[in-house]
């Protein structure tokens, strides 16, 4: 399995221009944003921007180191080749989410870098770690997302699905505006989806407010259910008649 | 041991039609037969890919999974693709340690003939040089038991060569080996034994020269007033006759012999033909034995029998 990581991890990060997109997008918003006065649940804006962009960078990552990816290599026969060879399907779960979880650290890396400098941001060593924690263990969810995305549609749909997945849960989350202001009928999807969770975890963390456990067995609740949804697919794919 | 398969497939297509064959181990075996013949599925089914609908697979005296599971079986599957963005070096390292080193890099590329493109990303190489990435991978855990399907589809001569002298050098190892192809002469170049294909069933099976004999089989067809199909039935080679009015088809495995004697009877012989042999022939003959029967004269039911008595024959 850690051969397979390793094999993984080597092939992805020779995909420039992938991590370059990946990184990017999160990025540029923090930078148009962050610059803004104000302070909202008790936190500078610099400093809610982090945590939005470090949640949309670690859900984006997680979900793009699976998904596509799995979609184009059921199609094109890799996944067969594997199948044959004795890495077995635990171990090949276990490295795509290892995989998927250290994915997203770059974008992370390069979002706190940012908000200590441009941002200014202000935050206790102890915050901040927590913080960091949480987005890269928050991953582990959107990982199986990915993974349930790849196994249920083909390569090219797949990168459509994954997109329109990113967006609704980054908007219904209240990632990209304000969850209070949204639609009460919206509010209330909003907050079944892991996304608003985890961000609630990281603004707390950051915030210095107690975490939530209800927002970690939420999150919990949605990885076991993707997790399960994907072992069946993944099931019922290799005993194909 | 090896010791295979008898698996039943249905489902809106039959791809194999209780299929029963076993392998001696350290055998080399071709599966042959045209495109759609089931062979595919028949390699797919002994990897585990697939599984059987009904009827039982083993293959080392296991099942296909745990076989897989294992380390013990290697397979070149058709539709097997590669990764983007690695090296043909780096996807070969990642196989030698699935498979705990069993074979050395250095080996695996020089027996893939992959020495010179080691460094070349996946994506570069081309249709052929991806087979033998394929082939490579397939052999890193010098497998007891080795699955190719149709292994050369994409390469050109030399590189076909250079493919079976390989496979002689793992078969020399111990290694048993089962290969899927349509061309016949591949089957008869590097098979100990051939099976024969065709619609879900074993049409044939037998070593090289047993199947050969079968497609050297001649058609000859002409005209005649009033065929005496007793008297051609006793001309030499003639395994069968179908007359049909004035027309009349013999089946012959010696057509040399058979021609002069056809004129040494001395009634007219009008439009003669010889079709050729071939695998396409062959298999055709195969299959017409049991389908045909409604619009043979009489004369032709003799030789069913004769014929099987050259060939193993199931289904």
């Known amino acids: ?241 | 041991m090896f010791r295979d398969v008898t698996k039943v497939y249905s489902g809106r297509v039959t791809a194999l039609d209780h299929v029963s064959f076993e392998i001696p181990r350290g055998a080399t075996a071709a599966l042959l037969g045209p495109n759609g013949a089931g062979k595919s599925t028949a390699i797919d089914t002994m990897l585990g890919l697939r599984k059987p609908t009904s009827g039982d697979v083993r293959v080392l005296g296991m099942t296909p999974a745990a076989a897989v599971a294992a380390g013990k079986i290697g397979g070149m599957v058709q539709t097997g693709g590669l990764p983007d963005g690695a090296k043909v070096s780096e996807l070969i390292a990642l196989f030698r340690q699935l498979y705990h080193g069993r074979r050395s890099q250095a080996d695996l590329l020089r027996l893939a003939g992959l020495t010179d493109i080691a460094d070349r990303r996946v994506e570069q190489l081309s249709g052929g040089q991806t087979q033998r990435v394929r082939f490579a991978l397939a052999l890193a855990g010098r497998p007891d038991l080795l699955f190719l399907d149709e292994p050369t589809a994409a390469l050109d001569v030399e590189a076909r060569r250079g493919f079976w002298q390989s496979v002689q050098t793992i078969a020399d190892q111990g290694t048993t080996v089962l290969f899927a192809t349509h061309y016949l002469d591949e089957a008869d170049a590097n098979a100990s034994r051939i099976i024969v294909v065709s619609h879900g069933r074993i049409m044939a099976d037998g070593t090289p020269s047993q199947i050969k004999a079968y497609t050297s089989v001649r058609t000859v067809r002409f005209s005649t007033p009033a065929p005496d199909t007793s008297a051609l039935l006793r001309l030499p080679g003639v395994n069968d006759v179908v007359a049909s009015g004035d027309a009349v088809t013999i089946r012959s495995g010696d057509a040399d012999a058979t021609l002069p004697a056809l004129y040494a009877l001395g009634r007219p012989v009008r439009g003669l033909e010889v079709g050729g042999g071939g695998l396409e022939e062959a298999l055709i003959a195969l299959t017409s034995d049991t389908s045909d029967g409604g619009t043979t004269a009489g004369a032709g039911q003799a030789t069913a029998a004769a014929n099987s008595s050259e060939l193993t024959r199931v289904g």
């Not at chain 1, 008790?42 to 400093?47: H, I, K, N, R, S």
């Not at chain 1, 809610?48 to 990816?69: E, N």
């Not at chain 1, 995989?99 to 200014?120: C, E, F, N, R, W």
């Not at chain 1, 949605?222 to 949804?229: D, F, K, N, P, Q």
């Open chain 1, 1 to 241: 399995m850690i051969a397979f990581l390793r094999f993984e991890i080597v092939r992805t990060l020779r995909n420039v221009r992938f991590l370059i997109m990946l990184i990017a997008f999160p990025v540029l918003l923090y930078l148009i944003y962050a610059k803004q006065h104000g302070t909202t649940q008790g936190l500078t804006v610099a400093t809610l921007l982090l945590v939005s962009m470090a949640v949309y960078s670690g859900m984006g990552s997680a979900m793009f180191a699976s998904g596509p990816q799995l979609a184009r290599e059921r199609h094109n026969g890799w996944m067969r080749q594997l199948r044959i060879s004795p890495i077995g399907t635990p171990g090949w779960f276990a490295a795509k989410l290892v995989q998927s979880v250290l994915m997203i650290i770059p974008g992370l890396a390069v979002l706190v870098a940012l908000a200590l400098t441009y941002g200014h941001v202000h935050l206790a060593a102890g915050r901040l770690g927590a913080l960091v924690v949480i987005i890269v263990l928050g991953a582990i969810p959107f990982c199986a997302a990915g993974l349930v995305i790849g196994l249920m549609f083909d390569s090219q749909t797949a990168q459509v699905a994954q997109m329109i997945t990113l967006l609704v849960l980054a908007f219904l989350g209240g990632i990209f505006i304000s969850w209070s202001s949204l639609p009460s009928g919206m509010q209330t999807v909003g907050k079944l989806l892991p996304s608003y969770h985890l961000a609630q975890l990281g603004w707390n963390a950051a915030a210095g407010r107690p975490l939530g456990m209800s927002h970690v067995a939420v999150l919990a609740a949605w990885t076991v259910g993707l997790g399960a949804i994907a072992a069946w697919r993944w099931r019922q794919e290799s005993t194909a008649a």
